[in-house]
RNA sequence: GCGCCCGUAGCUCAGUGGUAGAGCACUCGGCUUUUAACCGAUUGGUCGUGCGUUCGAAUCGCACCGGGCGCACCA
């Protein structure tokens, strides 16, 4: 928000508030006072007297604070909303002291906080109000909330100003509710079955784990650069090789790239590691804990994504890329001899391939232009190419690709898991070939970490590992459009103050 | 990074070449005292920024800033 102008709307509401509060400080009254002790919550009270008749006055006894968003009748009634609701109350002449209702009527104002203590009632109009007997002011507003009846709607200003954006739009709040019940949820889940969370190295010297560009940072001390991770994974398996049979981190990622609907530059993923399980034992253990997941956060596994329903309850699909590839578009990648094969049906296609690629990239640039789309249900799709998962342990079966799924919902990738490419030597040729097209101008090839090959010398155990990404799944659980919808302070570039 | 669209009062929006407007909010007053989202009056704007075109620009042109959506990148 730009800073109130000289003389404009902004400023003189705030002259007027500053006069209100310098009126209060001089009645000895301080507007910013340190507690107040509640009884209830809005939420507590509607539930306790929810079979309360209308026109029924009790005698019961009530403390509530909040917030004042609107006000009625002269300040009869006003509505008081805290973190769960809202609550109404109402001050009447023969209930509040004249003083008090004095200070009411002149020194208070919407957007203020304050706590009140009085009895419940059901009014006639059928609204559960407290009859105040008494109220403290617990914090002046000095600003105007945008209370309009066309409601606060511009997305740059709600993005800019979020705690605005949370006073004003309740379902802003409850997404980030949601996004922590979500957390919580996984956090359990994890706990339950003996996993230790763990927290790894945000600052790297090598971003490694992801095909992403880093962020990159200098730390003056050492005179250094250094980069924000793009993933958790080599140091997470670097304690399955310590010892730890299961770990997971729920961490912020930090990718730079384009910003998008789906996409923010820091993010939140979840990797989970677990020592002598395989990609098809994650697969059951993924879907398992997902529909945990939604259960916690929608009490259901069927739910509404956009219009879509989506079911996590039944058993997702578990189909190859290329079992994929030819559903949708009937090519056989199995059967192509060679890159220039490849690259005449890319091209019939009406893919363009600007560089050199092998015919497992190829394949994969026809799933993500052709197929990806079409995966609205949840599906593993597995058995990526080799040349695309440097990760990865091959198949046991099939050549030329690897043991590894991802997990679509609505045309769009959540996770990512796999076998965990265990053999040390295996390891240092894939990330060799990582190298070699980083050199070749490909910025988002892996790069050559020689301290996590060392570390997989010493020997590691087969191992399932997974990442989730947090933001889309709470996306998809609260039917957000944006994923800065379930971000509380999106990436906004700055805006010039005037 | 590219394309399309958007930026006018605190909020939500009209105004498309000729005196900057409305509703809500705010301030004041009235009426009412178990619903007022009422009535009246006042107040509030470098029309995102800059440079042009023009007798005259919120309006037309160019550039820039910020945003939305889509594409690209990616998760």
Known sequence: MTEPKEGSGADRWRDNNLRRLNELKARGINPFPYKFERTHTSKQLQEKYKDLEANVETEDVVSVCGRILNERNSWMFVDLYDEDGKIQLFFHKESVPAEQLEILKSLVAKGDHIGVTGTIRRTKAGELSVRVKSFEILSVALLPLPLSWDGFTDVEARYRNRHVDLIINPEVKEKLQKRSIAIRALRNFLDERGFFEVETPVLQVEAGGADARPFVTHHNALDIDLFMRIATELHLKRLIIGGFE???????????EGISTRHNPEFTMMELY?????????????????????????????????????????????????????????????????????????GELGIKLEYEATIGEVANTIFENKCESTLMQPTFLMDHPVEISPLTKVHRAKPGVVERFEVFIYGREHCNGYSELTDPLDQRGRLEDQARKREAGNEEAQPLDLDFIEAMEYGMPPTMGIGIGIDRLVMLLTDSASIRDIIAFPTMKPHARQ
């Open 246 to 256: 299961k770990v997971y981190e729920i961490g912020r990622i930090f990718r730079n």
């Open 274 to 346: 677990q020592a002598y399980g395989d990609y098809h034992q994650l697969m059951d253990f993924t879907e398992e804990m997902v529909r945990h997941v939604a259960n916690a956060v929608c009490g259901t596994t069927k739910i509404t994504y956009q219009g879509v329903e989506i079911d996590f309850g039944k058993a997702w699909r578990r189909v190859s890329m290329y079992e994929v590839i030819r559903e949708v578009t009937g090519i056989e990648v199995e059967k192509i001899k060679d890159f220039d094969e490849a690259k005449k049906i890319a």
